[in-house]
C-alpha cells in the first residue's frame, strides 16, 4: 500500500522538486554588477585588464570615468589629450600599473601626428623606469645629428637624450615630437645594439595607475570587483555576489549600498528540502 501510495505521489514531488530548483536558482543568483565586473575586458590577446578600465564587454560601473578602452582591429586603446594609446599588459599584483604604447606610432615613425606625449596626471602618472625620446621632423638638410631613420620622403632624427654642449640644435626642424620609452631601449640604442627606434617605440612604458589601489585590494580579497558606485555616479563600490558594498564584501548594513536585501542561499535550500522530506514523513 505504501508503494502505490507514493507511486501516485511521484508525478506531485518531481514537479514540486522542479519548481524549488527554479527558484532556489533565481533567487540565489549572483549580483548582475558583481556577475559583470568579475569579467576582464575582452579584446584581442591581451589579457588582465580590468578596474579602473571598462568599455567593450564592461559596463560602465566597472571602471572610472576617463579610463574608457575602446577595441579597435583586435587592440585595446584608449584616449588621452588627442593620442591614442595600445595597451600592452596590465600589472595589478604589486603596484598598479599598465603598459602602454603610441598607436599612431606602431610599427613606424615616419607618419606621426606630431603630438607630444602629454599624461592626464589625474589618470596616470609616469613610473620611473623611462626616457622621453624626442624626434625631428623635416629638418633642413644641413641638420646632422647621430641617430637617424629614412622614410620615403624625409629623414627622422632622434635623439636618447637632451643635448649637449656644442651638439649642433634642430631647432629649425618643422616638427618636434618627444615619446617615452622604457630607459633600457633607450640605453640600448646609445649602445649600438640591435635594438631599433621602432622596436623602443613599441615596447612601450610604463604608467602608475592614480587610483586607491589598496582600497580596490582589499575588495578584491574579500571576493568582491571594484567598481563605481551607482547610486552617485562617483567614487568606490565593492560589487559582491549579494550586493554592493562601501569597501569589503561582508561589511555591515550601513555601509551597503542601493538598499537592495539579499536572500541567503542556504535558507533556500533548508526550504526546499524541507517540503519533500516532509512529503516522505507522510508516506511512512
Known amino acids: 500500500m505504501h508503494f502505490f501510495l507514493l507511486q501516485s505521489f511521484f508525478p506531485f514531488l518531481l514537479i514540486a522538486s522542479f519548481l524549488s530548483i527554479n527558484v532556489e536558482l533565481s533567487l540565489c543568483q549572483n549580483d548582475q554588477h558583481f556577475t559583470n565586473c568579475s569579467s576582464e575586458l575582452n579584446c584581442g590577446s591581451v589579457g588582465g585588464i580590468s578596474y579602473p578600465f571598462w568599455g567593450v564587454n564592461r559596463a560602465s560601473y566597472c571602471g572610472k570615468a576617463g579610463y574608457e578602452v575602446q577595441c579597435q582591429d583586435n587592440v585595446p586603446v584608449f584616449n588621452m589629450k588627442g593620442v591614442s594609446y595600445r595597451i600592452l599588459q596590465m600589472n595589478t599584483t604589486t603596484n598598479w600599473t599598465v603598459k602602454v604604447a603610441r598607436n599612431d606610432y606602431w610599427?613606424?615613425?615616419?607618419?606621426?601626428?606630431?603630438?607630444?606625449?602629454?599624461?592626464?596626471?589625474?589618470?596616470?602618472?609616469?613610473?620611473?623606469?623611462?626616457?622621453?625620446?624626442?624626434?625631428?621632423?623635416?629638418c633642413p638638410t644641413t641638420i646632422t645629428l647621430p641617430n637617424v631613420q629614412y622614410c620615403n620622403t624625409s629623414s627622422v632624427f632622434y635623439l636618447t637624450r637632451s643635448m649637449t654642449v656644442g651638439q649642433p640644435s634642430p631647432v629649425t626642424c618643422i616638427n618636434v615630437v618627444i615619446v617615452?620609452?622604457?630607459?633600457?631601449?633607450?640605453l640600448a640604442i646609445e649602445a649600438g645594439q640591435t635594438t631599433t627606434?621602432?622596436?623602443?617605440?613599441?615596447?612601450?612604458?610604463?604608467?602608475?595607475?592614480?587610483?586607491?589601489?589598496?582600497?580596490?585590494?582589499?575588495?578584491?580579497?574579500?571576493?568582491?570587483?571594484?567598481?563605481?558606485?551607482?547610486?552617485?555616479?562617483?567614487?568606490?563600490?565593492?560589487?559582491?555576489?549579494?550586493?554592493?558594498?562601501?569597501s569589503t564584501c561582508n561589511g555591515t548594513s550601513s555601509s551597503s549600498q542601493g538598499g537592495g536585501t539579499s536572500v541567503p542561499c542556504h535558507s533556500l535550500i533548508n526550504y526546499t528540502y524541507g517540503t519533500p522530506s516532509l512529503l516522505f514523513v507522510l508516506d511512512d
Do not use: H, R, W
Open 180 to 186: 617615452p620609452v622604457y630607459t633600457t631601449a633607450a
Open 107 to 138: 610599427g613606424s615613425i615616419c607618419n606621426p601626428t606630431f603630438v607630444n606625449t602629454t599624461l592626464n596626471f589625474s589618470l596616470f602618472d609616469y613610473v620611473s623606469t623611462y626616457t622621453n625620446m624626442t624626434l625631428y621632423y623635416q
Open 197 to 246: 627606434i621602432t622596436d623602443a617605440i613599441d615596447g612601450g612604458f610604463s604608467l602608475q595607475l592614480q587610483i586607491d589601489n589598496d582600497q580596490c585590494d582589499k575588495c578584491l580579497e574579500s571576493g568582491g570587483q571594484c567598481g563605481l558606485n551607482t547610486t552617485t555616479n562617483s567614487g568606490f563600490s565593492c560589487f559582491c555576489a549579494d550586493q554592493a558594498y562601501a
